[in-house]
């Protein structure tokens, strides 16, 4: 069991390694740009939660987690190259919900304030 701030560490390394690494050695073409926002590592460090934002609809954004669930192992190997940690987590990829929840609550609040600026007047 490593300690909370370990966790920590390895999550943010992990954040940077697979962002150049997506970048510079993944090819596959259903990935196009994607932003990783964060990374969760397990207690155990077998397991990290790496998600991730695109634009594009919903099957743009299919096709990039299909791509990246498939590079999953190969991302997973040049990490483990890259990494100082005994044993290399085992890459889950997720899209990141957060992001655009927050733009959707962003356009309430402006619609909701022109709203009120177009009333007073």
Not at 18 to 27: G, Q
Not at 88 to 97: A, G, I, V, W
């Amino acid at each position: 069991m490593a300690n909370k701030q370990r966790l920590r560490r390895v999550a943010d390394q992990i954040q940077r390694e697979l962002s150049a690494l997506v970048r510079t050695e993944l090819k596959d073409p259903r990935v196009g740009l994607i932003t990783l926002t964060g990374v969760e590592v397990s207690s155990d460090l077998a397991h990290a939660k790496v998600f991730y934002t695109t634009f594009g609809d919903a099957e743009v954004r299919h096709q990039t987690d299909e791509g990246l669930r498939r590079a999953a192992g190969f991302l997973r190997s040049l990490l483990g190259r890259r990494l100082q940690v005994h044993n290399t987590p085992e890459l889950h990829f997720m899209f990141d919900e957060s992001v655009e929840r927050g733009m959707q609550l962003s356009q309430l609040i402006d619609r909701a304030v022109s709203g009120r600026d177009s009333g007073e007047q």
